[in-house]
Every structure is written in structure tokens, then in C-alpha cells.
């Protein structure tokens, strides 16, 4: 009975941690998909609802090394003063995640300024749908999504960081916000 049983709790970790290859589904022009979660300071979000009246800049990871991307991302519009209010969405899809989700997210606070936690929208019980909308091939790459006011995909780009992507990037928030004089 022992040996079911372990070979039973083995069996649904390795379920848990099993590797989905999706491409992306994102379609330009079209509205995104419908996504909840919960930002680190404890808010509920649904996406794009949420961000309604607004250009909004989305930052998806899927894997713990993703960060490494996302903060380049993050660097390079900081740097060039990007006009676009920007999250980072931490999707997990198995149900391990979910079942760590608080300590996942305590650990993401530890590493993020409390000013910050708002920023951070981690998703859990959509993880799955968003990694099928967005794709997760390359799961180390961000998943950068632009959206306009009405919460239209105005942009979309996953192959990782590099300048001429983060001018690709620019140049479409430049379409959404009037310039300042």
C-alpha cells in the first residue's frame, strides 16, 4: 500500500510540473482575453478590465528565470522614460503553483520595495489560460503586451529583450499617448 501510495504522490507532482508547449493566440487589434489575480499588496485584478482609460504595458513570466528578462525590460523603459503605466504578470499554470501561491508570493515580496507590490499582479487559477493566449515556448522570455485605453492588443512581442524590440515597443506606445508640450 505504501508503494501505490508514493508511486500515486510521485505521479501528481510530475503531472503538476509537466511541460506545455503552446504558441501564442494573441491577435492584434482584438481585445484581450479576460484574466484574474491578485496583485502582491493583496488587490484583486481582472485584466484588462482594470485597466480601462489607459494605455497599459503587460509583462508576462512564466518561470522563475524569466525575471532576468522582465528586468531588462523594465531597465530599458526606465531608462528611456517610457509614457505607459506597466505590470508584471507572474503566471503559474499547475496546480503545485497554486497550491504554493502564498509562499510564492511572500518570496516575491521579499525580493520587491512594498511601494512596488501593486505593479505585481500574480496569476493563478487563469495561469494556464494565459500561457495558452500568450504562448510559452521559450518560458525564460517575457511575454511583453501593449494595450490600448480600450484594452485592444496594440503590440505583442515574446522573443526576448533586445533594443531594436524595446524601440518596436516604444514606437507603438508613442501611437497611444498624445505627445507632451
Not at 510540473?17 to 479576460?34: D, F
Not at 497550491?99 to 487563469?126: C, H, N, Q
Amino acid at each position: 500500500m505504501k508503494t501505490i501510495t508514493l508511486l500515486f504522490i510521485t505521479l501528481f507532482f510530475l503531472s503538476g510540473c509537466a511541460s506545455y508547449n503552446y504558441p501564442a493566440q494573441v491577435t492584434l487589434g482584438e481585445p484581450m482575453i479576460q484574466i484574474e489575480g491578485e496583485s502582491l499588496a493583496g488587490e484583486p485584478w481582472v485584466m484588462p478590465n482594470d485597466f480601462a482609460g489607459q494605455p497599459t504595458l503587460l509583462l508576462f513570466g512564466y518561470v522563475h528565470k524569466s525575471q532576468f528578462d522582465i528586468d531588462r525590460w523594465l531597465i530599458g523603459l526606465n531608462m528611456r522614460q517610457a509614457d505607459v503605466v506597466i505590470y508584471e504578470i507572474p503566471a503559474i499554470k499547475n496546480i503545485i503553483g497554486r497550491m504554493f501561491s502564498t509562499r510564492f508570493d511572500d518570496a516575491m515580496r521579499e525580493g520587491i520595495p512594498k511601494d512596488l507590490w501593486r505593479e505585481v499582479i500574480t496569476v493563478y487559477s487563469d495561469g494556464d489560460k494565459t500561457q495558452k493566449y500568450t504562448g510559452n515556448l521559450s518560458p525564460k522570455n517575457a511575454r511583453v503586451l501593449l494595450l490600448d485605453s480600450q484594452g485592444n492588443v496594440v503590440h505583442f512581442y515574446d522573443e526576448g529583450f533586445s533594443v531594436p524590440a524595446l524601440n518596436g515597443v516604444l514606437d507603438a506606445i508613442a501611437t497611444l499617448t498624445p505627445p507632451t508640450e
